[in-house]
């Protein structure tokens, strides 16, 4: 079975920065997307960011020159530096796995457990 677990999410001061990270294992797919994705409390989960198996990297806008996603080279661990944090980028954060969608959720089949990223203000 598939197993996604993330690490890293923590409390930071506003301006601070965190580094997520996934480690996947038993993955099955010839070739597959890693992304972040995050939930605030009382929100939809919304997308971060995303790699593909080609290394094509997108990001939502709202975190675009803030973020980076990054994956190892024998990509079954995904990466998330966040820097500049702010206080809406609270969340929990989920890594997931999929092949089909990039932005929606319903695309990735496999999902970590969720790492809390707490930013103060």
């Known amino acids: 079975q598939v197993q996604l677990v993330e690490s890293g999410g923590g409390l930071v001061q506003a301006g601070g920065s965190l580094r997520l990270s996934c480690a996947a294992s038993r993955l099955t797919y010839s070739r597959y997307r890693m992304a972040w994705f995050r939930q605030a409390a009382g929100k939809e989960r919304e997308f971060v960011a995303a790699?593909?198996?080609?290394?094509?990297?997108v990001y939502a806008d709202s975190v675009k020159g803030r973020f980076t996603i990054s994956r190892d080279n024998a990509k079954t661990a995904v990466y998330l530096q966040m820097n500049s944090l702010r206080a809406e980028d609270t969340a929990v954060y989920y890594c997931?796995?999929?092949?089909?969608?990039?932005?929606?959720?319903?695309?990735?089949?496999?999902w970590g457990q969720g790492t809390q990223v707490t930013v103060s203000s």
């Open positions: 790699i593909s198996w080609i290394g094509v990297i």
């Open positions: 997931a796995v999929g092949s089909y969608a990039v932005y929606d959720s319903a695309g990735y089949d496999y």
